[in-house]
């Protein structure tokens, strides 16, 4: 039998690899806030969706979230050295930072080793942008039976990381609605990091079946909610 994710997960955080790249991004990555304005966090599983901030939220949720938990990320991510070079290079410091591409080639070169060895033992599920998204649907339902919160980034990042969030995609309102169908309607925590404050404000939880009859089961409007709430929450 092929090895899961999660005891792939579980293997990653043994490495040496893992755990010196952790207590470095623990030294860059200063402890932050929760800031409720509702319920804290069940018991059971629930969504938690939040502004990227680049590398600074998702580096805090790793470190500091209180539960345990499994988040989105994206696949090159998760995969060899070459892969995770070429995400870091072209996607992330020169597409999404502005980072010039001369640079973003000694940068992403320098920090590929140290990314590469963190995202090993990172609580990672893979997002795809093709028919392999049917495989985080798959490990997401695993992980909410699991009884273990998801944390997505819906936000269209592919201009840059911004704080005021122009678009979401709707992944996780297709995890919601196949999780509804098997019986498990999920609580839905939105939230947003405020970088200079290092702090998450986190709003009232919504049970997806009540996001969707507010908004008869327009999937788009009921998006496009969240996304002005969270906008709303950097002000909070």
Not at 12 to 35: D, E, I, M, N, P
Not at 43 to 53: Q, Y
Request: overall charge positive; glycine content about 4%; some cysteine.
């Amino acid at each position: 039998m092929s090895e899961s994710r999660f005891e792939y997960i579980e293997k990653g955080k043994k490495t040496l690899k893992f755990k010196v790249a952790k207590c470095v991004s623990k030294l860059l990555y200063h402890r932050a806030k929760f800031r409720y304005l509702g319920k804290e966090f069940n018991d059971g599983p629930f969504l938690f969706i939040v502004n990227h901030c680049a590398s600074h939220t998702p580096t805090r949720i790793e470190n500091y979230f209180p539960r345990d938990f499994y988040m989105w990320g994206t696949h090159e991510m998760t995969e060899g050295l070459k892969a995770v070079r070429h995400y870091l290079v072209h996607t992330y410091y020169h597409q999404k930072l502005n980072v010039p591409m001369f640079f973003a080639q000694i940068i992403g070169t320098i920090f590929c080793p140290f990314a590469n060895g963190f995202y090993r033992g990172m609580r990672l599920i893979p997002t795809y942008r093709d028919n392999r998204f049917l495989i985080t649907i798959k490990n997401s339902i695993e992980a909410v039976k699991m009884g273990k919160p998801i944390v997505i980034y819906p936000e269209d990042s592919s201009k840059g990381y911004k704080d005021y969030i122009e678009k979401f995609f709707n992944g996780y309102l297709t995890l919601c609605h196949i999780l509804y169908k098997n019986k498990i309607d999920l609580p839905i925590y939105v939230a947003h990091f405020h970088k200079q404050h290092k702090e998450f404000i986190i709003d009232e939880p919504i049970l997806y079946s009540e996001l969707m009859k507010k908004f008869d089961n327009d999937v788009d409007k009921a998006s496009d909610s969240l996304r002005t709430r969270m906008n709303e929450l950097r002000n909070l």
